[in-house]
């Protein structure tokens, strides 16, 4: 089993930058991604973006790839979403997530079901 733990999560304003981290633990040598996916009220769990534990491939969604970027760091067993020109729309619940595969349609699909582990999520919410 994989454990996530996500930090970072805040009240910010329209324009402003925030920077998610995610800490695992547990059985890392499985792990080959780690990304981020946001859940809003009353919306699905959508995808954000993810990175390869090598760093060799990542993907977005094409409503952030703009302005977000995941990057790793093995030897902190960690992930980071680093998020500027934030959006009243960028509001919602961001998870960890960590899979033993990288399939980016799945990824994309979104849902519970789109990577194996998850965290339990930090709260961002962007005022206008």
């Known amino acids: 089993q994989v454990q996530l733990v996500e930090s970072g999560g805040g009240l910010v304003q329209a324009g402003d930058s925030l920077r998610l981290s995610c800490v695992a633990s547990?059985?890392?040598?499985?792990?080959?991604?780690m990304g981020w996916f946001r859940q809003a009220p009353g919306k699905e769990r959508e995808f954000v973006g993810a990175?390869?534990?090598?760093?060799?491939?990542?993907s977005y969604a094409d409503s952030v790839a703009d302005r977000f970027t995941v990057s790793g760091d093995n030897a902190k067993n960690s992930v980071y979403l680093q998020m500027a020109s934030l959006k009243p729309e960028d509001t919602a619940v961001y998870f960890c997530?960590?899979?033993?595969?990288?399939?980016?349609?799945?990824?994309?699909?979104?849902?519970?079901?789109?990577?194996?582990?998850w965290g339990k999520g930090t709260l961002v919410t962007v005022s206008s």
């Open positions: 547990g059985h890392i040598a499985s792990i080959f991604a």
């Open positions: 997530a960590a899979d033993r595969t990288w399939n980016v349609p799945v990824m994309k699909r979104g849902g519970a079901s789109a990577m194996d582990y």
């Open positions: 990175i390869t534990r090598d760093g060799f491939s990542t």
